[in-house]
């Protein structure tokens, strides 16, 4: 498995930090991470992801849950984005994220060939003709593992997106929520989960705890 790159810390007091990957630029093939404690500032944070793709020319994978998925496209709207006439094309694929896992699980344990059976052929459609093309993704299914317990699984599952990095060209955004049900048992897998992204955007709470 190819080194996640260094990781980068944001946080609202350290504005000068030297970015581990260039966010400026929305062709930089990434993978990100966004905690959050509240709804409404998930829907925040992943519209202005998406639409910033949107505006960039970029295909679009969204793994979400039913509600949030209807909460992203209502914000794409929101600012001015025919999210509608996008998704009867094909550069807006929009799946539900726990039938999407369940495609792929065995177990307790993402499978890899049924992974990459199940979202490298979106990728491979999307980038079809286009081999230049950065398709932006966001994915909760990891976030769905999390709250399941299963912390292992969300750790293998976001080494394997960072496998299938090495033949496609995406920028991906993870989000887990940071609630009341984060406990201190979970540190050790939080700060696995942190190192597997390239930057890591933490809310207040849990999230701002060290990482070694």
Not at 66 to 81: C, E, I, Q, T, Y
Not at 185 to 208: E, Y
């Given at each position: 498995?190819?080194?996640?790159?260094?990781?980068?810390?944001?946080?609202?007091?350290?504005?000068?930090?030297?970015?581990?990957?260039?966010?400026?630029?929305?062709?930089?093939?990434?993978?990100?991470?966004?905690?959050?404690?509240?709804?409404?500032?998930?829907?925040?944070?992943?519209?202005?992801?998406?639409?910033?793709?949107?505006?960039?020319?970029?295909?679009?994978?969204?793994?979400?849950?039913?509600?949030?998925?209807?909460?992203?496209?209502?914000?794409?709207?929101?600012?001015?984005?025919?999210?509608?006439?996008?998704?009867?094309?094909?550069?807006?694929?929009w799946l539900d994220a726990r039938e999407t896992?369940?495609?792929?699980?065995?177990?307790?344990?993402?499978?890899?060939?049924?992974?990459?059976?199940?979202?490298?052929?979106?990728?491979?459609?999307?980038?079809?003709?286009?081999?230049?093309?950065?398709?932006?993704?966001?994915?909760?299914?990891?976030?769905?593992?999390?709250?399941?317990?299963?912390?292992?699984?969300?750790?293998?599952?976001?080494?394997?997106?960072?496998?299938?990095?090495?033949?496609?060209?995406?920028?991906?955004?993870?989000?887990?929520?940071?609630d009341s049900s984060f406990k201190e048992a979970?540190?050790?897998?939080?700060?696995?989960?942190?190192?597997?992204?390239?930057?890591?955007?933490?809310?207040?709470?849990?999230?701002?705890?060290?990482?070694?």
């Amino acid at each position: 498995m190819p080194e996640p790159a260094k990781l980068q810390l944001v946080t609202d007091d350290s504005p000068a930090a030297s970015p581990a990957v260039d966010v400026s630029n929305p062709w930089a093939p990434r993978h990100d991470v966004q905690f959050y404690e509240n709804e409404d500032f998930l829907y925040s944070a992943v519209g202005s992801f998406l639409a910033d793709g949107v505006r960039a020319g970029q295909p679009l994978i969204v793994i979400a849950t039913a509600s949030h998925r209807r909460a992203f496209a209502d914000r794409l709207r929101s600012v001015g984005l025919d999210i509608d006439l996008l998704m009867h094309g094909r550069d807006v694929v929009w799946l539900d994220a726990r039938e999407t896992l369940d495609a792929f699980m065995e177990g307790p344990t993402p499978n890899r060939a049924l992974f990459n059976a199940t979202v490298g052929s979106v990728l491979d459609k999307l980038m079809a003709g286009r081999k230049y093309v950065v398709v932006r993704a966001y994915g909760e299914m990891v976030d769905l593992l999390w709250k399941d317990g299963n912390i292992e699984g969300a750790i293998a599952l976001e080494e394997l997106w960072n496998d299938l990095a090495v033949k496609y060209s995406f920028s991906l955004l993870c989000a887990y929520a940071m609630d009341s049900s984060f406990k201190e048992a979970d540190t050790h897998g939080f700060k696995q989960i942190c190192r597997q992204h390239g930057r890591v955007v933490p809310t207040l709470g849990p999230a701002t705890m060290g990482i070694d």
